[in-house]
Protein backbone atom coordinates (compact mmCIF):
# COMPACT_ATOMS: atom_id res chain seq x y z
CA UNK A 1 0.00 0.00 0.00
CA UNK A 2 3.21 2.67 1.00
CA UNK A 3 4.18 2.06 -2.70
CA UNK A 4 1.41 2.18 -4.31
CA UNK A 5 0.95 5.69 -2.74
CA UNK A 6 4.06 6.50 -3.46
CA UNK A 7 3.97 5.57 -7.48
CA UNK A 8 0.60 7.30 -7.53
CA UNK A 9 1.88 10.74 -5.94
CA UNK A 10 5.35 10.59 -6.48
CA UNK A 11 5.69 8.91 -9.85
CA UNK A 12 6.91 10.54 -13.18
CA UNK A 13 4.66 9.96 -16.70
CA UNK A 14 6.18 7.55 -18.74
CA UNK A 15 5.33 5.88 -22.24
CA UNK A 16 5.66 2.51 -22.42
CA UNK A 17 5.64 -0.89 -24.53
CA UNK A 18 1.69 -1.23 -24.53
CA UNK A 19 0.93 2.41 -25.13
CA UNK A 20 -1.28 2.43 -22.01
CA UNK A 21 1.04 5.49 -20.35
CA UNK A 22 1.98 4.87 -17.07
CA UNK A 23 3.28 6.83 -13.74
CA UNK A 24 6.69 5.10 -12.63
CA UNK A 25 9.20 5.42 -10.24
CA UNK A 26 12.59 3.38 -10.29
CA UNK A 27 14.38 1.54 -7.78
CA UNK A 28 12.20 0.52 -4.98
CA UNK A 29 12.62 -2.08 -1.72
CA UNK A 30 9.67 -3.85 0.14
CA UNK A 31 10.13 -6.53 3.00
CA UNK A 32 8.09 -8.56 4.59
CA UNK A 33 8.33 -10.61 8.00
CA UNK A 34 6.62 -13.92 7.59
CA UNK A 35 6.44 -14.86 10.86
CA UNK A 36 3.78 -11.51 11.04
CA UNK A 37 1.69 -13.91 8.21
CA UNK A 38 1.32 -14.61 4.59
CA UNK A 39 1.58 -10.99 2.69
CA UNK A 40 -1.37 -10.82 1.08
CA UNK A 41 -3.48 -7.82 0.11
CA UNK A 42 -6.38 -7.53 1.75
CA UNK A 43 -7.93 -3.93 0.88
CA UNK A 44 -9.01 -5.89 -2.38
CA UNK A 45 -9.39 -9.71 -2.90
CA UNK A 46 -6.28 -11.62 -4.44
CA UNK A 47 -7.92 -14.58 -6.29
CA UNK A 48 -5.35 -17.35 -4.37
CA UNK A 49 -6.29 -20.37 -7.05
CA UNK A 50 -4.06 -18.36 -9.95
CA UNK A 51 -1.80 -17.83 -7.39
CA UNK A 52 -1.24 -20.85 -6.15
CA UNK A 53 -1.81 -22.77 -9.67
CA UNK A 54 0.67 -20.48 -11.33
CA UNK A 55 3.44 -21.57 -9.27
CA UNK A 56 2.52 -25.23 -8.82
CA UNK A 57 2.85 -25.01 -13.28
CA UNK A 58 6.35 -22.55 -13.06
CA UNK A 59 7.85 -25.49 -10.62
CA UNK A 60 6.62 -28.01 -13.05
CA UNK A 61 8.46 -26.64 -15.85
CA UNK A 62 5.60 -26.26 -18.27
CA UNK A 63 4.95 -23.13 -20.14
CA UNK A 64 1.72 -24.14 -22.32
CA UNK A 65 -1.57 -22.23 -20.76
CA UNK A 66 -3.94 -25.30 -21.34
CA UNK A 67 -2.59 -26.99 -18.42
CA UNK A 68 -3.34 -23.49 -16.54
CA UNK A 69 -6.87 -23.35 -18.09
CA UNK A 70 -7.74 -26.99 -17.15
CA UNK A 71 -7.52 -25.83 -13.89
CA UNK A 72 -9.75 -22.85 -14.39
CA UNK A 73 -7.13 -20.05 -14.96
CA UNK A 74 -6.69 -18.03 -17.92
CA UNK A 75 -4.10 -15.55 -16.48
CA UNK A 76 -1.54 -16.05 -19.31
CA UNK A 77 -4.09 -16.67 -21.90
CA UNK A 78 -3.45 -13.25 -23.91
CA UNK A 79 0.09 -14.03 -24.89
CA UNK A 80 -0.20 -17.37 -25.78
CA UNK A 81 -0.08 -18.60 -28.81
CA UNK A 82 -2.67 -20.04 -31.00
CA UNK A 83 -1.38 -23.90 -29.50
CA UNK A 84 -1.32 -22.40 -25.98
CA UNK A 85 2.69 -22.27 -26.20
CA UNK A 86 4.53 -18.87 -24.96
CA UNK A 87 7.99 -20.23 -25.23
CA UNK A 88 10.82 -20.76 -22.88
CA UNK A 89 9.03 -18.57 -20.20
CA UNK A 90 9.54 -19.32 -16.19
CA UNK A 91 8.59 -22.82 -15.78
CA UNK A 92 11.38 -23.66 -19.04
CA UNK A 93 13.95 -21.44 -17.35
CA UNK A 94 13.65 -22.63 -13.89
CA UNK A 95 13.41 -26.25 -14.71
CA UNK A 96 15.15 -26.42 -18.26
CA UNK A 97 17.72 -23.97 -19.05
CA UNK A 98 19.45 -25.17 -21.96
CA UNK A 99 23.40 -24.82 -22.05
CA UNK A 100 26.22 -27.41 -23.18
CA UNK A 101 28.75 -29.18 -21.01
CA UNK A 102 32.49 -29.27 -21.49
CA UNK A 103 32.71 -31.75 -24.54
CA UNK A 104 29.67 -29.36 -26.53
CA UNK A 105 26.86 -31.76 -25.75
CA UNK A 106 23.59 -30.27 -25.27
CA UNK A 107 22.21 -30.36 -21.37
CA UNK A 108 19.27 -28.94 -19.51
CA UNK A 109 19.98 -27.34 -15.85
CA UNK A 110 17.46 -27.79 -13.39
CA UNK A 111 17.85 -25.19 -11.17
CA UNK A 112 15.31 -25.13 -8.50
CA UNK A 113 16.13 -29.12 -7.81
CA UNK A 114 20.10 -27.63 -7.47
CA UNK A 115 18.57 -24.91 -5.21
CA UNK A 116 17.37 -27.12 -2.82
CA UNK A 117 20.21 -29.46 -2.69
CA UNK A 118 22.62 -26.95 -2.19
CA UNK A 119 20.19 -25.01 0.72
CA UNK A 120 20.93 -28.65 2.45
CA UNK A 121 24.08 -29.65 2.25
CA UNK A 122 25.29 -25.49 1.89
CA UNK A 123 23.00 -23.52 3.70
CA UNK A 124 25.37 -20.67 4.13
CA UNK A 125 26.29 -20.93 0.14
CA UNK A 126 25.77 -17.09 -1.65
CA UNK A 127 24.66 -18.83 -4.32
CA UNK A 128 21.11 -19.91 -3.95
CA UNK A 129 20.02 -18.64 -7.23
CA UNK A 130 17.52 -18.87 -9.81
CA UNK A 131 17.44 -16.44 -13.15
CA UNK A 132 14.85 -16.84 -15.61
CA UNK A 133 16.87 -13.73 -17.43
CA UNK A 134 18.58 -15.74 -19.96
CA UNK A 135 19.39 -13.68 -23.07
CA UNK A 136 19.47 -16.37 -25.87
CA UNK A 137 15.62 -16.94 -25.23
CA UNK A 138 14.01 -13.68 -24.91
CA UNK A 139 13.65 -13.39 -28.57
CA UNK A 140 11.52 -16.91 -28.39
CA UNK A 141 9.41 -15.69 -25.28
CA UNK A 142 5.93 -14.33 -25.23
CA UNK A 143 6.87 -12.04 -22.66
CA UNK A 144 10.19 -11.39 -21.48
CA UNK A 145 10.25 -11.97 -17.43
CA UNK A 146 9.60 -9.45 -14.89
CA UNK A 147 10.69 -10.71 -11.94
CA UNK A 148 13.83 -12.13 -13.18
CA UNK A 149 15.97 -13.37 -10.14
CA UNK A 150 15.69 -14.45 -6.89
CA UNK A 151 18.24 -15.44 -4.03
CA UNK A 152 17.54 -17.80 -0.88
CA UNK A 153 19.56 -17.21 2.33
CA UNK A 154 20.23 -19.32 5.58
CA UNK A 155 20.67 -18.13 8.50
CA UNK A 156 20.22 -20.49 12.23
CA UNK A 157 17.77 -22.62 10.20
CA UNK A 158 16.07 -19.46 9.29
CA UNK A 159 15.29 -18.78 5.24
CA UNK A 160 14.65 -15.96 3.75
CA UNK A 161 14.23 -14.94 -0.26
CA UNK A 162 15.63 -11.84 -1.70
CA UNK A 163 13.65 -11.13 -5.74
CA UNK A 164 14.67 -8.51 -8.51
CA UNK A 165 11.94 -7.69 -10.49
CA UNK A 166 12.85 -5.38 -13.31
CA UNK A 167 8.98 -4.58 -14.48
CA UNK A 168 6.30 -4.07 -11.61
CA UNK A 169 2.37 -3.50 -12.75
CA UNK A 170 2.31 -1.98 -8.95
CA UNK A 171 -1.30 -2.29 -9.18
CA UNK A 172 -2.42 -5.78 -10.75
CA UNK A 173 0.86 -7.92 -11.10
CA UNK A 174 2.93 -6.77 -7.42
CA UNK A 175 0.53 -8.17 -4.93
CA UNK A 176 0.11 -11.22 -7.04
CA UNK A 177 4.10 -11.62 -7.51
CA UNK A 178 4.44 -11.32 -3.68
CA UNK A 179 1.86 -13.50 -2.76
CA UNK A 180 3.30 -15.90 -5.26
CA UNK A 181 7.31 -15.45 -3.99
CA UNK A 182 5.61 -15.87 -0.52
CA UNK A 183 4.58 -19.23 -1.12
CA UNK A 184 7.84 -20.15 -2.78
CA UNK A 185 9.84 -19.11 0.11
CA UNK A 186 7.29 -21.62 2.58
CA UNK A 187 7.71 -24.02 0.28
CA UNK A 188 11.52 -24.33 0.09
CA UNK A 189 11.45 -23.76 4.25
CA UNK A 190 9.21 -26.85 4.29
CA UNK A 191 11.18 -28.91 2.05
CA UNK A 192 14.44 -27.51 3.58
CA UNK A 193 12.98 -28.59 7.59
CA UNK A 194 13.93 -24.53 7.79
CA UNK A 195 11.55 -21.86 9.34
CA UNK A 196 10.39 -18.99 6.84
CA UNK A 197 11.90 -15.47 8.14
CA UNK A 198 12.00 -12.76 5.17
CA UNK A 199 10.21 -12.19 1.94
CA UNK A 200 12.61 -8.86 0.26
CA UNK A 201 11.25 -7.67 -2.68
CA UNK A 202 13.75 -5.31 -5.06
CA UNK A 203 11.95 -3.18 -7.70
CA UNK A 204 13.08 -1.51 -11.07
CA UNK A 205 10.50 -0.07 -13.03
CA UNK A 206 7.64 0.31 -10.60
CA UNK A 207 4.43 1.84 -12.52
CA UNK A 208 0.86 2.32 -12.51
CA UNK A 209 -0.66 2.32 -15.73
CA UNK A 210 -2.91 5.34 -16.16
CA UNK A 211 -6.07 3.07 -16.47
CA UNK A 212 -5.40 1.90 -13.17
CA UNK A 213 -5.34 5.14 -11.47
CA UNK A 214 -9.21 5.36 -10.01
CA UNK A 215 -8.78 1.96 -8.72
CA UNK A 216 -5.70 2.73 -6.97
CA UNK A 217 -6.92 5.59 -5.17
CA UNK A 218 -10.33 3.23 -4.10
CA UNK A 219 -8.02 0.86 -2.88
CA UNK A 220 -5.96 3.38 -0.83
CA UNK A 221 -9.03 4.24 0.79
CA UNK A 222 -9.80 0.80 2.62
CA UNK A 223 -8.28 -0.32 5.68
CA UNK A 224 -6.18 -3.60 5.52
CA UNK A 225 -7.37 -6.63 7.63
CA UNK A 226 -4.46 -8.71 9.75
CA UNK A 227 -2.46 -11.24 7.46
CA UNK A 228 -3.90 -15.08 6.77
CA UNK A 229 -1.82 -17.57 8.00
CA UNK A 230 -0.31 -20.79 5.79
CA UNK A 231 0.43 -23.83 7.00
CA UNK A 232 0.57 -27.27 4.67
CA UNK A 233 -1.77 -30.09 5.26
CA UNK A 234 0.50 -32.74 4.49
CA UNK A 235 4.66 -33.81 4.45
CA UNK A 236 5.36 -33.30 0.78
CA UNK A 237 8.23 -35.64 -0.53
CA UNK A 238 9.56 -32.92 -3.16
CA UNK A 239 9.46 -29.28 -4.07
CA UNK A 240 7.83 -30.63 -7.13
CA UNK A 241 5.17 -32.80 -5.51
CA UNK A 242 3.19 -30.36 -4.02
CA UNK A 243 -0.87 -30.05 -5.16
CA UNK A 244 -3.34 -27.70 -4.75
CA UNK A 245 -4.97 -28.94 -1.65
CA UNK A 246 -1.56 -28.96 0.20
CA UNK A 247 -1.96 -25.18 0.83
CA UNK A 248 -3.90 -24.17 4.14
CA UNK A 249 -4.17 -20.57 4.07
CA UNK A 250 -6.84 -19.46 7.21
CA UNK A 251 -8.27 -16.26 7.63
CA UNK A 252 -8.03 -14.26 4.52
CA UNK A 253 -10.14 -11.83 4.79
CA UNK A 254 -10.41 -9.21 3.01
CA UNK A 255 -12.28 -6.51 0.76
CA UNK A 256 -14.42 -6.86 -2.24
CA UNK A 257 -12.30 -7.09 -5.64
CA UNK A 258 -11.24 -4.43 -7.55
CA UNK A 259 -11.28 -5.26 -11.17
CA UNK A 260 -8.45 -3.15 -13.97
CA UNK A 261 -8.04 -3.86 -17.26
CA UNK A 262 -4.74 -5.68 -18.19
CA UNK A 263 -1.96 -3.87 -20.49
CA UNK A 264 -0.46 -6.03 -22.96
Not at 125 to 151: E, Y
Not at 213 to 228: D, F, S, T
Amino acid sequence: MTLLKFVLEQGSEREDRTGTGTLATFGNRLEFDLSKGLPIVTTKKIHLHSVIHELLWFLSGDSNVKTLQQKGVTIWDEWADSNGDLGPVYGKQWRKWETTNNRDEKIEIDQIKNLIETLRTDPYSRRHIVSTWNVGDLNKMALAPCHILFQFYAQNNYLSCQIYQRSADIFLGLPFNIASYALLTHMVAHQTKMTPSKLIWVGGDCHLYKNHIEQARLQLNRKPYKLPTLSFRRNVKDIFSYVFNDFDITNYKHHELIRAPIAI
